[in-house]
């Protein structure tokens, strides 16, 4: 792949990460129920609170892959990238847990989403243009 090619990859990965964890913060501050409904999850509006703390999380998210994109910096975006390894890779092996104990199928979708980005994330990360990369996730 090209440093060009690989520069494209580098900003569609932020830019479907920036917009999917925005879309989940709206979801979530807006509708609480409504994720957890598609996986046949019911909530109480006392347990909302649940889906305001992940909201957070989401918009904390959003707004560094935005600030990825924003800024020319290599550094940030090794960092950005590294961080969305972790929280998809993370997200997906808990996700797995859930299913094995009675959690919807309906998440394997989820979980194959989050391989996909892991693998291009992880891509773009070895292959990327500037900077030497580090050999580490961690």
């Known amino acids: 792949m090209s440093s060009r090619g690989l520069e494209i990859l580098e900003r569609a990965l932020l830019l479907v990460n920036a917009v999917g964890t925005g879309a989940a913060t709206a979801v979530l501050a807006l509708r609480p129920a409504a994720i957890p409904a598609v996986i ?4 109480y509006p006392e347990q909302f609170i649940i889906c305001y703390f992940l909201a957070g999380s989401e918009a904390a998210i959003c707004f560094l892959c935005f600030q990825g994109l924003r800024c020319g910096l290599r ?18 092996l808990l996700s797995l847990i859930g299913v094995t104990h009675g959690a919807s199928p309906i ?11 892991v693998v291009l994330l992880a891509v773009a990360l070895v292959k990327g243009p500037g ?7 961690v």
Do not use: D, E
């Open 131 to 137: 900077a030497p990369l580090p050999t580490k996730l």
């Open 75 to 92: 550094a940030l975006r090794v960092v950005v990238f590294q961080m969305l390894i972790v929280l998809h890779t993370t997200t997906a």
């Open 107 to 117: 998440i394997i979708g989820n979980i194959a989403l989050r391989v996909v980005l």
């Open 40 to 43: 046949g999850v019911a909530l």
